[in-house]
Nanobody
Framework: VQLVESGGGSVQAGGSLRLSCVSS????????MGWFRQVPGKEREGVAT???????TYEDSVKGRFTISKDKAKNTIYLQMSSLNAEDTAMYYC???????????????????WGQGTQVTVS
């Protein structure tokens, strides 16, 4: 399994970015996919996940600002990020899991596959 992210970059506070993650496998094969982020010296934290049927869950600090979605035909998930602030600066990782999705699932320990990451910097 390969997950390849793109779309990161530098943006001013208040701006927007859209991250994409293409899977080498059909995304319907996973129970859920999602986005995590990590800054140096801190643990990787869940940002948003999306179930097989498209139900999302979000970490509290991004609710109302970030939207996760997927396109099964393109084997791709997205993270639309708006109203970005400095606290959103991190390496963002795409994730896929075969464990059952439940509302609120955002644990890195539940992830089976990771992408290589894409940097988001907000200044």
């Amino acid at each position: 399994v390969q997950l390849v992210e793109s779309g990161g970059g530098s943006v001013q506070a208040g701006g927007s970015l859209r991250l994409s993650c293409v899977s080498s496998e059909y995304v319907g094969n996973y129970h859920w996919m999602g986005w995590f982020r990590q800054v140096p010296g801190k643990e990787r934290e869940g940002v948003a996940t999306i179930s097989q049927d498209g139900t999302p869950t979000y970490e509290d600090s991004v609710k109302g600002r970030f939207t996760i979605s997927k396109d099964k035909a393109k084997n791709t998930i997205y993270l639309q990020m708006s109203s970005l602030n400095a606290e959103d600066t991190a390496m963002y990782y795409c994730a896929a899991a075969r464990v059952v999705w439940v509302p609120g699932i955002l644990r890195a320990a539940d992830v089976d596959y990771w992408g290589q990451g894409t940097q988001v910097t907000v200044s």
